[in-house]
C-alpha cells in the first residue's frame, strides 16, 4: 500500500506557472501508474495526466502542451509542472496511483490510492 502527500499548490496570476508535487511512502512510485486529476467547484473530479510504470504519458486534451507529468524515483515522488496557467484551471489538484495494468485510466475508478488534494487558484 501507498501513502500520497500533495504539495505545491496556490495562487497564481493567468500566464504563470506551478509545480506540483506529490511525495509518495510506503512503496515505489516505479510499482504503479500514477495519474493527476482536478476536482473545481461543483463539478466531477476529471483526469489531468497519467504517467505509467514505462515513463509514457497520457493527458487531457485541455492542458496538452502546458502541463508535464513526470518521476523521480530516487524521491519517490511524482511531479506536475503546470505552465501558462488559466483561470479555468482552478481546482484542487490530487494525485493518484493506479495498480491495474489495463483498463481505463481516465476514471477515477480506475486508481486505488489517493492524497488529499491541493488547492491551486488561478487569478486572471
Known amino acids: 500500500q501507498v501513502q500520497l502527500v500533495e504539495s505545491g499548490g496556490g495562487l497564481v496570476q493567468a500566464g504563470g506557472s506551478l509545480r506540483l508535487s506529490c511525495a509518495a511512502s510506503?512503496?515505489?512510485?516505479?510499482?504503479?501508474?500514477m495519474g493527476w486529476f482536478r476536482q473545481a467547484p461543483g463539478k466531477e473530479r476529471a483526469f489531468v495526466a497519467q504517467?505509467?510504470?514505462?515513463?509514457?504519458?497520457y493527458y487531457t486534451d485541455s492542458v496538452k502542451g502546458r502541463f508535464t507529468i513526470s518521476r523521480d524515483n530516487a524521491k519517490n515522488t511524482v511531479y506536475l509542472q503546470m505552465n501558462s496557467l488559466k483561470p479555468e484551471d482552478t481546482a484542487v489538484y490530487f494525485c493518484a496511483a493506479r495498480s491495474a495494468y489495463s483498463g481505463p485510466y481516465t476514471y477515477t475508478s480506475g486508481y486505488d490510492y489517493w492524497g488529499q488534494g491541493t488547492q491551486v487558484t488561478v487569478s486572471s
Open positions: 510506503g512503496r515505489a512510485v516505479s510499482s504503479y501508474a
Open positions: 504517467i505509467s510504470r514505462s515513463l509514457s504519458t
